[in-house]
Structure formats: C-alpha cells, structure tokens
C-alpha cells in the first residue's frame, strides 16, 4: 500500500510567487525562478521545501537547513548556509502562513468527508430551508425548517442546523457538528463534535430542589470565528451569547450562556468560561484556565494557563495562578513559597 496523500498540492510556485505573496524580500544572488513543491519544519527540509524561523530557540538549526528556501527576519541572514534561498520578513511564521494556505488550501479549512457536491441525497433537507447555490451537505446532515444557509457553505456529514438558523458564506460545519438557536457570520468554520446553542446551565437552587430556568437567547457569531472540535456554546439565558468577529477557540473549550466574547480573542484548549462573563476585544486565556461567572476581562489582557480567574482583570494586564493575581505578584508568591518550603526543608523535623 503506497504512502496516503491526504493534501494534495497547488501547482510549484516559484520563488518570486512566495515573495509576491508574502511580501518577502529576497537577498541578494537568490534564483526567484527556483520552485517550491512542499513544506517542511526548519530541521527537515529538503530540495524544493519551504522552511522558516520565527523562534530564536531554534535559530542553531539554520546552520544544517537544507531547504530551497527560508522565511527569515533580517537579523539571521548572515547565518543562512549557501544554497538556501532567504526570503527576509519581520514576520516569518505569518509568511509561511500564508505561503502554506496558498499550496495547500484544502487544508486551512474542513473539507467534505464524502468530497461531493451539493445536496447529497443521503442527507436529510427541509423543505422550508432556504440554501444558496454552492452550499454542500454531506450524507446523514439533517436541516431544519427555515434555516438559511449561504453560498460555498459545507454542512458536514451528520451535521445538525436547526430551526431558524442563519448561516453565512464559506462557513463550514464540521462532521457531527450541532447548530441551535443560532445567527452565525461568514467565513466561520466550525470543526468536528462542535456544540452550538444548546440550553446553558441555568437552574433556581433551593431547598426544594433545583428548578430549571428557561434559556430563550440565541449564540451570535461574528465573520472569521474559528471554533475547534467538540468545543461547546451555550445560548443565552435572557440575552445573547456572543462571539466577535476573527476570534479563534481551540478544542474542548466551554463558554457559558450570556459570555461576550470580544473581537478577535484567543481561547486555547480547555478553558471554561463561566456564565455572563465579558471579554475584552484580542484577550487570551492560556489553556485549562478557568473563569469565574460575572467577570470583566479587559481588552488586550492575558490570563496564564490552568490560572482560576475570580475577579475583573483590567485591559493589557497580565495574570497567572489560582486564585489568579497580576503575574508579577504571583510570580513574587511563588517564588516565596519556594524559598520557604527549601528552608523549612533544610532545618530537618
């Protein structure tokens, strides 16, 4: 059995097209008529592959590359070997971004799993929905009465879009996905297991018993929203949940009903936002941080991984621990109890 090719490539583009592309700006004496026909990490690359450095703590490895080519920041070109061609960009990593998405572009979104086109007749359409030309349902996705979905939209294989719902264009709705109560933008790609506008958590506690509350909002998602795999959204309970526009969720992360998430925002893998908690537009929360309900968390604010967030953070501060406090004191505390825990240590019992 041969080697599966699971991206196939985008033609071989010379170097003068990567330059074009990424505005990168070739040293001197570089053949911009040289191809390009892959991809590769900076310690692997081989004849016709494009590498790049962005991260000083691999900067020792550009002696050994062996690529044709490597996205580059001016500071490093006197360490480039001979006969690798140095494309010079203060961004590198975003460069080969975009190179990477310009040969291999089934890859930068979810592709159809049945690699059909159209209505697949296995799925199941209802009458009243209303879709675009160009929209793509996979065998066993089920559309509800009156959902709207746009043009170049891909509703994956046992994807759910319920009643009423409103997808853009080019958005893509991974394998097993579930869509409910829901006004989602353009451009917005949901990946596999995604959970979208289920009821939140919402219950009056008491002594008799735990009566549940109705949760009548919906989930708004803005354009270029990308939410990784079984990733969950709760709709809101008397108001809208909301997600702004270029925010990016990585996998297995849970937002609560009212959450406001700003433009932009970054939440890594296994954060849990707790209801009517707002975002600030381009915060990040570090992987497994948990966030407490109510909180205002300020634009440009930064929260450390696994930290427990139980107050408002301002704007461009940055916090760490549990319970989280500014990073600088918390750094301070940690260290305390080092220092204290060696001497307590060294003194015997």
Request: glycine share 16%; aromatic share 4%.
């Amino acid at each position: 059995m041969s080697e599966p090719v699971f991206f196939r490539r985008n033609g071989s583009p010379t170097l003068a097209d990567i330059c074009e592309w990424t505005g990168a700006k070739p040293a001197e004496g570089v053949d911009l008529s040289a191809t390009i026909t892959g991809l590769a990490p900076l310690d692997q690359g081989g004849p016709g592959d494009l590498v790049f450095l962005d991260n000083p703590k691999y900067a020792e490895q550009l002696a050994g590359v062996r690529a044709t080519a490597c996205l580059l920041a001016a500071r490093y070109l006197a360490r480039v070997p001979a006969g690798v061609a140095a494309l010079v960009t203060p961004e590198p990593y975003r460069a080969f971004a975009i190179a990477a998405g310009k040969l291999y572009p089934a890859a930068a979104r979810p592709q159809s799993t049945f690699e059909g086109a159209g209505v697949s007749p296995g799925s199941y359409v209802h009458p009243e929905a209303r879709l675009e030309a160009g929209v793509v349902v996979d065998p066993g996705a089920v559309i509800g009465p009156r959902a709207q979905i746009g043009a170049g939209t891909l509703i994956g294989a046992n994807a759910v879009v319920g009643p009423d719902v409103c997808i853009g264009r080019d958005c893509t709705l991974g394998p097993n996905s579930t869509v409910l109560h829901s006004l989602i933008g353009d451009r917005v790609h949901l990946h596999p297991g995604v959970r979208i506008g289920q009821d939140g958590f919402g219950f009056a506690m008491g002594p008799r018993g735990h009566l549940k509350v109705p949760q009548t909002g919906r989930v708004i998602i803005q354009n270029d929203v990308e939410i990784g795999a079984n990733s969950t959204i709760d709709r809101g309970a008397n108001r809208d949940t909301l997600v702004g526009e270029g925010t990016k969720i990585d996998n297995l992360v849970q937002i609560g009903h009212n959450v406001s998430v700003g433009r932009h925002c970054v939440i890594v893998a296994q954060v849990g936002v707790s209801g009517s908690t707002e975002l600030g537009d381009f915060a990040v929360l570090g992987g497994q941080a948990g966030l407490a309900g109510h909180l205002r968390i300020g634009p440009g604010a930064q929260i450390a991984a696994q930290s427990g967030v139980m107050n408002d953070v301002p704007a461009g501060q940055r916090w760490g621990g549990s319970p989280a406090s500014p990073m600088r004191e918390w750094l301070k505390a940690h260290a305390l109890l080092g220092r204290l825990a060696r001497k307590q240590g060294g003194g015997g019992v």
